[in-house]
């Protein structure tokens, strides 16, 4: 039964061969400006599926089938590519320059301009607790790691165009193998204390009436006078809400793209890489505000962060309400070097 | 200087693989590496299903190029894309931004992080003084010895062409000429008014042919 039916088939193509043999001799002679070749002799190379359609579909990345693993393999042109690549370079790129360029150079005029914020009146040597340990060691746990990822990664995607050129191929490389490492080994580090640090402190960072008037008021910085505010200030506030939904954000899709042993798509993987560094680069241009006023913008800020006190005339000036509330636990310089000795019950003694 | 090509005539690709195989003998390429692949659209359809080799196809305007954190990718005077793997950090940007998919990368460390790139040469090695090593980190360099790449050396239709583009458009050319229609270069008999019900009925010939 089998034979049978594959004798007609077979000598369907053997007589087609030879026809088409027969066919191609006299035009093969012929020289290339010659006649058109016969359609029949055309009909033994054509493949019918070669239409239009069919580089359309290639073009318009169709998948096929193919023997090889490689993930997206069976894409013969995988489109989204170029879309990504003009994201990337011509938008992402230049844009995280004039974002972070922008936000240094308006603190640096702000700097020039108004200066330093100073205390209002001078110190009155007590010291109000306004940080604890653990919150100091979750910040700076945070802000470290945060200025190490913020570093590798704009080193990430500009480097390429300020340090390839100066240093020496083996250095140059060795440098960019060590970026993107400690940017993907510190990367979950960094999540875990963002995470501890969006819990710990979102008690203190619900909206109230009082923000809404110190929003009016412009945070003290238009004008004379400053406005009320308890624990934290509008401002503080709208940089917690900030790193929370940004960072957020980036820890995610960072996650994603940190272990792309997941079978990830390079799709998924475009759209991750570009979520991600929107919203570092707005994160990182904010920081800049978030230093400035922690640092040389507050006279009396930074104490705050860095030994967990602050200056009794600092909180009055910056935080009236809090102040109200805690200014029972203000305790003198001496005492609290007693504290720091680790002798808490003498200090409460003479409180 | 010649400017390289390839070219992979869809009318004659039979999706026999041996442009892959020859391209994993020449270049002894790690395991799950591939760097030239066949892929098949509407595979197994009677009438439609054509066949393709693709591998890097040495852009003019490179995207792996463009979007490369290290700068790791050259030009070469005959219009080459190579790369450099001691500069290559892995991140996997140009698999991200390559039509073709050809950047592929061997999983070597923890969490499926990606190890050095790997990818066609048109077998013209790479930055590497010591041939014994360029051959180790990058495969063949047959073009130093005047030789084209395996795969498309080896092809058996001749579907793959490889070479100088001049040469390759010559070549495509006469067989566009011999085609004798005017979609001979990138379209079928399909698109010639008239022409179809034989292209059908060869196709099913041919098919039957096949089959039994």
């Given at each position: 039964?089998?034979?049978?039916?594959?004798?007609?088939?077979?000598?369907?193509?053997?007589?087609?061969?030879?026809?088409?043999?027969?066919?191609?001799?006299?035009?093969?002679?012929?020289?290339?400006?010659?006649?058109?070749?016969?359609?029949?002799?055309?009909?033994?190379?054509?493949?019918?599926?070669?239409?239009?359609?069919?580089?359309?579909?290639?073009?318009?990345?169709?998948?096929?089938?193919?023997?090889?693993?490689?993930?997206?393999?069976?894409?013969?042109?995988?489109?989204?590519?170029?879309?990504?690549?003009?994201?990337?370079?011509?938008?992402?790129?230049?844009?995280?320059?004039?974002?972070?360029?922008?936000?240094?150079?308006?603190?640096?005029?702000?700097?020039?301009?108004?200066?330093?914020?100073?205390l209002d009146k001078p110190r009155t040597g007590r010291k109000i607790e306004?940080?604890?340990?653990?919150?100091?060691?979750?910040?700076?746990?945070?802000?470290?790691?945060?200025?190490?990822?913020?570093?590798?990664?704009?080193?990430?995607?500009?480097?390429?165009?300020?340090?390839?050129?100066?240093?020496?191929?083996?250095?140059?490389?060795?440098?960019?193998?060590?970026?993107?490492?400690?940017?993907?080994?510190?990367?979950?580090?960094?999540?875990?204390?963002?995470?501890?640090?969006?819990?710990?402190?979102?008690?203190?960072?619900?909206?109230?009436?009082?923000?809404?008037?110190?929003?009016?008021?412009?945070?003290?910085?238009?004008?004379?006078?400053?406005?009320?505010?308890?624990?934290?200030?509008?401002?503080?506030?709208?940089?917690?809400?900030?790193?929370?939904?940004?960072?957020?954000?980036?820890?995610?899709?960072?996650?994603?793209?940190?272990?792309?042993?997941?079978?990830?798509?390079?799709?998924?993987?475009?759209?991750?890489?570009?979520?991600?560094?929107?919203?570092?680069?707005?994160?990182?241009?904010?920081?800049?505000?978030?230093?400035?006023?922690?640092?040389?913008?507050?006279?009396?800020?930074?104490?705050?962060?860095?030994?967990?006190?602050?200056?009794?005339?600092?909180?009055?000036?910056?935080?009236?309400?809090?102040?109200?509330?805690?200014?029972?636990?203000?305790?003198?310089?001496?005492?609290?070097?007693?504290?720091?000795?680790?002798?808490?019950?003498?200090?409460?003694?003479?409180? | 200087?010649?400017?390289?090509?390839?070219?992979?005539?869809?009318?004659?690709?039979?999706?026999?693989?041996?442009?892959?195989?020859?391209?994993?003998?020449?270049?002894?390429?790690?395991?799950?590496?591939?760097?030239?692949?066949?892929?098949?659209?509407?595979?197994?359809?009677?009438?439609?299903?054509?066949?393709?080799?693709?591998?890097?196809?040495?852009?003019?305007?490179?995207?792996?190029?463009?979007?490369?954190?290290?700068?790791?990718?050259?030009?070469?005077?005959?219009?080459?894309?190579?790369?450099?793997?001691?500069?290559?950090?892995?991140?996997?940007?140009?698999?991200?931004?390559?039509?073709?998919?050809?950047?592929?990368?061997?999983?070597?460390g923890a969490f499926g992080a990606r190890g050095k790139m790997d990818k066609c040469t048109f077998c013209a090695g790479g930055p590497e003084e010591?041939?014994?090593?360029?051959?180790?980190?990058?495969?063949?360099?047959?073009?130093?010895?005047?030789?084209?790449?395996?795969?498309?050396?080896?092809?058996?239709?001749?579907?793959?062409?490889?070479?100088?583009?001049?040469?390759?458009?010559?070549?495509?050319?006469?067989?566009?000429?011999?085609?004798?229609?005017?979609?001979?270069?990138?379209?079928?008999?399909?698109?010639?008014?008239?022409?179809?019900?034989?292209?059908?009925?060869?196709?099913?010939?041919?098919?039957?042919?096949?089959?039994?």
């Open positions: 039964m089998k034979t049978c039916k594959r004798n007609p088939g077979w000598f369907g193509l053997v007589a087609l061969l030879l026809a088409g043999c027969l066919l191609s001799l006299p035009v093969v002679a012929q020289s290339q400006g010659g006649p058109p070749a016969d359609a029949r002799q055309e009909l033994m190379q054509a493949l019918p599926g070669v239409t239009s359609d069919y580089w359309r579909d290639v073009k318009g990345g169709v998948s096929g089938t193919t023997s090889s693993t490689s993930p997206g393999a069976d894409t013969l042109i995988m489109v989204e590519g170029e879309t990504w690549r003009e994201w990337r370079n011509n938008w992402i790129s230049p844009g995280g320059l004039i974002a972070l360029g922008g936000s240094a150079s308006a603190i640096f005029l702000f700097w020039l301009l108004v200066g330093q914020v100073k306004r940080w604890s340990r653990i919150d100091r060691t979750i910040h700076w746990y945070v802000a470290s790691l945060f200025i190490i990822l913020a570093v590798t990664g704009f080193l990430l995607l500009y480097a390429k165009w300020f340090l390839a050129p100066i240093l020496p191929n083996s250095l140059w490389a060795g440098f960019m193998i060590a970026a993107k490492n400690i940017h993907n080994y510190l990367g979950p580090l960094f999540a875990l204390g963002l995470l501890v640090m969006i819990i710990k402190w979102m008690r203190h960072n619900v909206f109230n009436r009082v923000d809404l008037k110190w929003f009016a008021k412009g945070g003290g910085i238009v004008g004379k006078g400053h406005p009320s505010a308890g624990f934290l200030n509008g401002g503080e506030k709208v940089w917690y809400w900030l790193v929370t939904f940004l960072g957020l954000t980036v820890v995610i899709s960072g996650l994603v793209l940190d272990f792309p042993n997941f079978g990830q798509s390079r799709e998924t993987m475009q759209t991750t890489l570009i979520i991600h560094a929107i919203g570092a680069l707005i994160l990182m241009a904010a920081s800049f505000g978030h230093i400035y006023i922690g640092t040389a913008g507050t006279e009396g800020a930074f104490e705050g962060m860095k030994t967990g006190y602050v200056d009794e005339a600092w909180a009055e000036q910056h935080h009236d309400l809090w102040y109200e509330a805690v200014k029972h636990e203000a305790i003198s310089e001496e005492e609290l070097e007693a504290l720091k000795a680790g002798q808490p019950a003498a200090a409460e003694a003479k409180t | 200087m010649a400017r390289m090509k390839f070219l992979c005539d869809s009318e004659r690709c039979i999706d026999c693989n041996g442009c892959v195989t020859a391209c994993k003998n020449a270049n002894e390429v790690e395991w799950g590496i591939q760097r030239r692949r066949v892929v098949t659209l509407d595979d197994g359809e009677v009438g439609s299903e054509v066949s393709i080799s693709v591998a890097c196809m040495h852009c003019s305007d490179a995207p792996c190029m463009a979007v490369c954190p290290t700068d790791c990718f050259y030009p070469t005077e005959e219009g080459l894309i190579l790369h450099n793997k001691d500069t290559c950090i892995g991140c996997g940007y140009c698999l991200y931004a390559c039509p073709f998919g050809a950047p592929q990368f061997p999983k070597q010591d041939p014994a090593l360029e051959e180790q980190k990058y495969g063949a360099n047959r073009l130093k010895d005047g030789k084209l790449p395996l795969c498309a050396e080896m092809c058996s239709t001749k579907a793959l062409l490889a070479g100088d583009a001049t040469e390759v458009a010559d070549i495509f050319r006469e067989r566009v000429v011999y085609r004798g229609h005017k979609n001979g270069a990138w379209g079928s008999l399909n698109q010639e008014p008239g022409l179809t019900d034989l292209a059908q009925q060869a196709a099913e010939l041919a098919t039957d042919a096949a089959r039994s």
